[in-house]
């Protein structure tokens, strides 16, 4: 088994104010799926497997990289600046999505979800290219990665 991986994904709930049920479904299968396939190697030779601790602290996302036993390896922060836009477009476009699937044509909910996921994908590899000199990720981590920031920077 590869141990450059996550085996523990924790959320600072505090970063979040409130959320729906329907975001906190998102949420957890974000965690699952992520626990379940990822990449993530610590740049500096550090043995995996890791537990990671995501929050936002002062509008900067906190990565808090911890072993098994929970002793913190490293700990570093990115601002959320360079990935501030893509989350509020893909806010919008992931409510536009939400009302479409319970009125529009399939047609229309399959051009907005792939705009959805072009907004994802486009999140995903800003955070990967940010994250690059600290830790190695692979897209599909990356993607789930960006969805756990998105999760934690919604505000009530």
Do not use: W
């Not at 085996?7 to 379940?36: M, N, P, T």
């Not at 500096?44 to 929050?55: D, K, R, V």
């Not at 994802?120 to 789930?144: C, F, M, P, W, Y």
């Amino acid at each position: 088994m590869n141990n450059q991986r996550l085996v523990g994904v924790f959320l600072d709930e505090r970063s979040v104010v409130s959320r729906s049920a329907q975001v906190d479904h998102e949420r957890k299968v974000a965690i699952y799926d992520l626990i379940e396939e990822n990449s993530f190697k610590l740049v500096g030779g550090f043995p995996g497997p890791f537990n990671l601790h995501l929050s936002i602290v002062e509008n900067r996302f906190v990565f808090d990289i911890r072993d098994t036993d929970d002793n913190g390896l490293s700990r570093f922060t990115q601002p959320l600046s360079p990935l501030r836009a893509i989350i509020k477009d893909y806010f919008m476009i992931c409510d536009s999505y939400y009302k479409a699937i319970k009125t529009s044509s399939p047609l229309k909910i399959e051009a907005i979800d792939m705009g959805r996921r072009g907004l994802h994908n486009e999140g995903a590899e800003i955070l990967q290219e940010r994250l690059a000199e600290k830790v190695e990720i692979d897209s599909g981590t990356a993607r789930r990665l960006f969805t756990l920031i998105c999760i934690l920077h919604i505000r009530a």
